[in-house]
């Protein structure tokens, strides 16, 4: 994707400039990659589909930061749940691992290298295309499938065929949980939030048993899909052909 490509090429001039503190080394990057990441994506609405004055989904000030904490904590919820199933299974153990030498990339890195860009994208802009071109829960499907498929070239602790088809299943159904929360939110900054919390929340509360990663995958993937079912068909939620509001 476009901004991955502004970061690497951020990345690599950067590595040029000789004594330049490793935070900076870091975080001029992933700040670059979110504020380019709006333009980006309001670019190839106005010159791809030829529609002007195309809204990103990330207005409403006032409900801006509740929005984002309500997704920070339910990101974040998801996880731990699934750690602590993992945990009572006896396949994860308790530990903190939270990198205390490095807590800005561990913040800023989920946050705005992955949460900002990829929701512009996948809940704003290819669901909000499909969603004018085909029926709802068709948009819904695809849109959570593309973001599922992207993460078959995701770094992970997957090992062989098998489990990274199924650390892909897993991403399809984390996308499924931030389409919900873009729905029920009607902007983008709840599942933004959700999006982040749960990056950095991946392993950062277990040391789950070498070799039984499958079994975590399960679990999270089970957990997120029961949570996105929750949010979707509670009764306040609104009905999924109302739920596009830019």
């Known amino acids: 994707m476009a901004t991955t490509l502004v970061g690497i090429t951020l990345d690599l001039l950067l590595r040029l400039v000789p004594g330049l503190p490793e935070t900076l080394h870091f975080t001029i ?11 980006l994506v309001a670019g190839a609405r106005r010159f791809i589909d030829h529609v002007p004055g195309f809204e990103p989904g990330l207005t409403r000030p006032r409900t801006a930061l509740p929005h984002f904490l309500t997704g920070l904590a339910i990101g974040v919820g ?20 939270l990198p205390a030498d490095r807590l800005i990339p561990f913040v800023l890195g989920p946050l705005l290298a992955q ?31 593309a973001f599922g498929a992207i993460h078959l070239i995701s770094n992970s602790d997957a090992t062989g065929i098998g489990e990274k088809l199924l650390y892909m299943v897993q991403a399809a159904a984390f996308g499924a949980l931030l389409l919900a929360c873009r729905i029920i939110g ?6 933004i939030g959700a999006h982040a919390g749960h990056n950095m929340a991946m392993q950062t509360f277990i040391t789950y048993t070498p070799g039984l990663y499958t079994v975590l995958l399960l679990t999270e993937t089970t957990i997120m899909i029961i949570t996105a079912g929750l949010l979707l068909f509670n ?11 830019f």
């Open 29 to 39: 990057p992933v700040l670059a990659v979110a504020a380019i990441a709006p333009f």
């Open 186 to 191: 009607k902007n983008l900054w709840l599942p």
């Open 115 to 145: 949460a900002v860009p990829e929701e512009l994208w996948y809940r704003g802009y290819l669901f909000r295309n499909l969603s004018a071109a085909l029926p709802p829960w068709t948009a819904f499907a695809l849109t959570t499938l």
């Open 78 to 97: 998801v996880i731990i749940a699934a750690d602590a199933v993992c945990v009572a299974l006896g396949v994860a153990a308790w530990h903190l691992n």
């Open 235 to 245: 009764r306040r939620a609104p009905a999924l052909t109302k739920s596009i509001p």
